[in-house]
């Protein structure tokens, strides 16, 4: 039997994984803009999100939250991270008793700092919940470019059978039990891609980028395994690849507002000029909330947070981040 999934939220990625889905499991997907839902059913694209793409055929788009969740066998969360509670809630009353919840958003809420996991868990106790995630910027992967992602559940047996779901001859989707591991390896490697994107756009260099993949991957793991992560999963796909594939790709939006910064351009300009959404900018500071909370040592987190919220400039994180004391490679710092 085919299972049915409902996807809430019309962007680059969550049409992206609903374009996947439509090649094996008859998916609806939900977008709050009609003129999304009329190009999406009449012309099968989404210019706004993903130029020159054309979706799978047999996708349905719908207007009606209702309608897309209500005989869905799994619901999948496409909206940015802020706007999950808010959607979730919103598709409660109509979503059946005990199907899987998953998860693409890689953020933290900023009023709770809660994985987007937690916060399904709170307002659907009792489904099971995971996280698709990985190395998987939409805009290559929607032009057939090979990608590998990883599904993170508790319960394996749900994995496998949703594995089959997402998967597609060069979407290669592996399984994790890991969902603390693999839900912070996707929010806080925006942070780093902020980072190595205002590198990039100074012109500090490849070893500068480096050395920022490297030590955010040291200090992204600190944090992770504190907050109950497996420390396998940060060099993983949902870890280590991901934080790779962000922080060197002009194709992603986290550095591509690192890069306008070290450009010389205001965060606020950068953000008015995007119409797509940065996690990193919101996560740089739930995240500074939480290596005090945790008592982790996060020097690139606190050089990015005071030059997104401070007012510091790129040269000051630069020289923050030289002058800060250089310990061995295994510890803090
Ligand atoms: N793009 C990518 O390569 C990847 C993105 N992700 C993650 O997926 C999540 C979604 O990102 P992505 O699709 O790229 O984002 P986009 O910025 O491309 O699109 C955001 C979508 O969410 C909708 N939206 C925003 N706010 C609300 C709201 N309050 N209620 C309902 N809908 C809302 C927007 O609707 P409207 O058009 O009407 O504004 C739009 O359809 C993010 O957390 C991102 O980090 C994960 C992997 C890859
Ligand atoms: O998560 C992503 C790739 O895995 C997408 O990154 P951006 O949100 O920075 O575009």
């Not at 709170?122 to 489904?127: A, D, N, R, T, V």
């Not at 902020?194 to 600190?222: F, K, P, Q, V």
């Not at 986290?254 to 010389?264: L, R």
């Not at 500074?288 to 987190?301: H, Q, R, S």
Request: proline share 4%; glycine share 10%.
């Amino acid at each position: 039997m085919k299972l049915k999934v409902g996807l809430l939220g019309g962007g680059s990625w969550g049409t992206t994984v609903a374009s996947l889905t439509a090649k094996n499991s008859p998916t609806i997907i939900w977008a709050r803009n009609p003129k999304t839902v009329q190009e999406i059913n009449e012309y099968h694209t989404n210019k706004k999100y993903l130029p020159n793409a054309k979706l799978t055929s047999s996708l349905k788009a719908s207007n009606s939250i209702k309608e897309t969740v209500e005989n869905a066998d799994v619901i999948v969360m496409g909206v940015p991270s802020q706007s999950l509670r808010k959607v979730l809630e919103e598709a409660k009353p109509h979503i059946r008793p005990w199907v899987p919840i998953i998860n693409l958003a890689k953020g933290l809420e900023i009023s709770t700092k809660m994985r987007m996991t937690e916060v399904i868990k709170e307002i659907m106790p009792g489904h099971p919940t995971g996280v698709l995630t990985g190395p998987n910027l939409a805009k290559e992967i929607h032009f057939g470019k090979a990608a590998a992602a990883v599904i993170a559940m508790v319960d394996n047996t749900i994995a496998k059978r949703l594995q089959s779901v997402f998967s597609s001859g060069l979407f290669r989707v592996y399984t994790n039990n890991d969902v603390i591991g693999c839900e912070l390896g996707g929010a806080l490697k925006n942070i780093y891609a902020i980072a190595t994107g205002m590198g990039d756009g100074a012109n500090a260099g490849d070893n500068t980028r480096s050395a920022l993949i490297t030590r955010g991957l040291a200090e992204l793991t600190r944090l992770g395994i504190a907050m109950g992560g497996k420390k396998s999963t940060f060099s993983g796909l949902a870890g280590m690849g991901d934080l790779v594939a962000t922080c060197s790709s002009s194709k992603s939006r986290n550095h591509h507002v690192g890069f306008q910064i070290g450009q010389g351009k205001s965060l606020e300009q950068i953000i008015d000029e995007m119409n797509e959404v940065a996690e990193g900018v919101k996560t740089t500071k739930v995240v500074m909330e939480l290596a005090k909370e945790y008592k982790i040592d996060m020097p690139i987190t606190e050089e990015i947070y005071k030059v997104l919220y401070k007012g510091n400039s790129v040269n000051d994180a630069f020289k923050g981040l030289i002058q800060y004391e250089v310990g061995s490679e295994k510890e803090p710092g």
